[in-house]
């Protein structure tokens, strides 16, 4: 996907294994998000940063801890994984325009975790 | 709270035939947007259309167009001349400000040949 990167693409977990969602924009933009996407329930999301050094839990926090260590980069961690946590995760970005409600988000192409 | 509810978990409709797809929201914001998502099989969310909330006119992009009905908090999608390419999950989502969007369950498209 344009702009947004996502490594991995599938990950396998046993429970209690620890794992790291890279996510990396070369587009220069503010905003970064982590969401989850299951079967019936839309998308939610889990954390955000609206810049650089910031995060900012969403709906669906527990289980994760995030890191926005440059504009570049939003990492998603899970340190203990569950087979809860087996998901679909989309890292997206935001143009974080001052205008309320301007901010499209442009998705990366999704990473599919399953926790045995 | 935002919430975003889309009340049809599934739709279906004839190849070159129009379909609306029903979204409804809440949101104690006085300027905000609302989106329309699709994501095919590849699994790729696109941005399909959006609009201002403070604009009357409905948005329009090509096929697909909105009936914005704010008073109602109603925002449903048309799509016009469905193609088979059109198949796919459809989500609604608004944003108040905050720069999150909420999202709905979504609607499965499927277009019948």
């Known amino acids: 996907n344009a702009g947004v990167t996502q490594t991995p693409k599938f990950q396998v977990l046993k429970t209690g294994q620890s794992m790291t969602l890279q996510c990396a924009q070369d587009?220069?933009?503010?905003?970064m998000y982590w969401y989850r996407q299951d079967p019936g329930m839309g998308l939610r999301l889990i954390y955000y940063?609206?810049?650089?050094?910031?995060?900012d839990k969403g709906e669906v926090p527990n289980g994760y801890n995030v890191s926005r260590l440059n504009k570049r980069e939003f990492s998603l961690r899970l340190e203990s994984a569950a087979p809860s946590q087996t998901s679909v995760y989309f890292c997206?970005?935001?143009?974080?325009?001052?205008?309320?409600?301007?901010?499209?988000?442009?998705f990366g192409a999704g990473s599919r975790l399953t926790v045995l | 709270a935002q919430t975003v509810t889309q009340s049809q978990p599934e739709m279906s409709v004839q190849e070159a035939e129009t379909v609306t797809l029903s979204c409804t929201y809440d949101?104690?914001?006085?300027?905000?947007?609302l989106f329309w998502y699709k994501q095919p099989p590849s699994r790729q969310m696109i941005l399909v259309i959006r609009?201002?909330?403070?604009?009357?006119q409905n948005a329009t992009e090509n096929r697909f167009s909105v009936n914005f009905q704010k008073a109602a908090k109603s925002f449903s999608l048309k799509i016009s001349d469905s193609q088979l390419g059109d198949a796919a999950m459809y989500f609604c989502?608004?944003?108040?400000?905050?720069?999150?969007?909420?999202f709905g369950k979504g609607t499965k498209l499927t277009v019948n040949p």
């Open positions: 940063s609206a810049s650089e050094g910031t995060t």
């Open positions: 989502a608004s944003e108040g400000g905050s720069e999150k969007l909420v």
């Open positions: 997206a970005m935001g143009a974080g325009t001052s205008t309320p409600g301007a901010n499209v988000l442009t």
């Open positions: 609009q201002e909330a403070y604009k009357q």
């Open positions: 949101t104690s914001e006085s300027d905000y947007y």
């Open positions: 587009m220069n933009h503010n905003s």
